[in-house]
């Protein structure tokens, strides 16, 4: 047996099985005399799992991949190395996940007026901060600067090699508009820029200049947070 899983069974066994708990104390049924939220992660998690060790590979779970962020981006086979947890039981855990991302997406309003980088974030985060790997995605605002849609362009390595110009500037000027917000994510979950983001951004900003499309900003994403490049002033120093 590996230290790591001699450290779940240690830290699992501080809980109680489910069916030790009294009937009043059991994860499903307070769930449904007093609402999801009186109970803890480790709890709700429980609900999903629904085995009589369900607290503690719950517990297993949060210890392993740290966060909730964590678990969505585990993979099958990743969850599968928690005691317990087999093929039902991961796939249970990445159905619960999937439900909450789409959840979030369709909880925003795609059409919404962009006022701040914030703004932009709200749209871009739920679905971008849990890519495994990295995307290049292009926002279209009309006049207004409402949201017209977002195209992803690239997938994979985002350097400043890889982005053409033309490309990111093509279905800009064929909708017509006359401004735009560039994002991508980093996998790692640090949304701090490299000096690779910067170029690309500066590149961006003046052949925007030069078609008369504006570059509003250029996010950069991690693990639920972002980093604003024209707040920090990274690619935007002509402007």
Do not use: W
């Not at 925003?108 to 914030?118: F, L």
């Not at 709200?122 to 926002?139: A, K």
């Not at 690779?196 to 003046?206: G, I, K, P």
């Amino acid at each position: 047996m590996s230290a790591e899983q001699t450290s779940f069974i240690h830290i699992a066994d501080r809980h109680p099985s489910v069916r030790e708990l009294p009937a009043t104390e059991q994860p499903i049924n307070r769930l449904r005399d007093y609402g999801p939220g009186s109970l803890s992660t480790i709890e709700i998690l429980a609900c999903i799992l629904q085995t009589p060790d369900a607290l503690h590979q719950a517990t297993n779970l949060l210890v392993r991949f740290g966060t909730l962020a964590g678990i969505v981006k585990a993979t099958e086979s990743q969850l599968k190395e928690i005691p317990g947890v087999g093929p039902v039981l991961a796939a249970r855990v990445k159905a619960a996940c999937e439900l909450g991302q789409r959840f979030a997406l369709e909880s925003t309003d795609p059409h919404m007026q962009i006022r701040s980088p914030g703004d932009a974030a709200v749209i871009l985060l739920p679905e971008m901060s849990m890519l495994e790997r990295e995307h290049f995605v292009v926002v279209f605002l009309d006049t207004r600067n409402r949201i017209l849609s977002h195209k992803t362009l690239y997938t994979g390595t985002i350097n400043s090699s890889i982005v053409r110009i033309g490309e990111v500037f093509q279905e800009a000027i064929r909708r017509n508009v006359t401004s735009i917000i560039v994002a991508h994510n980093h996998p790692s979950g640090d949304p701090n820029p490299s000096p690779e983001d910067v170029s690309l951004t500066r590149r961006l900003v003046e052949a925007g200049k030069l078609i008369e499309v504006d570059v509003l900003d250029h996010l950069v994403i991690g693990n639920q947070k972002y980093i604003s490049m024209r707040e920090r002033g990274l690619g935007f120093e002509s402007v």
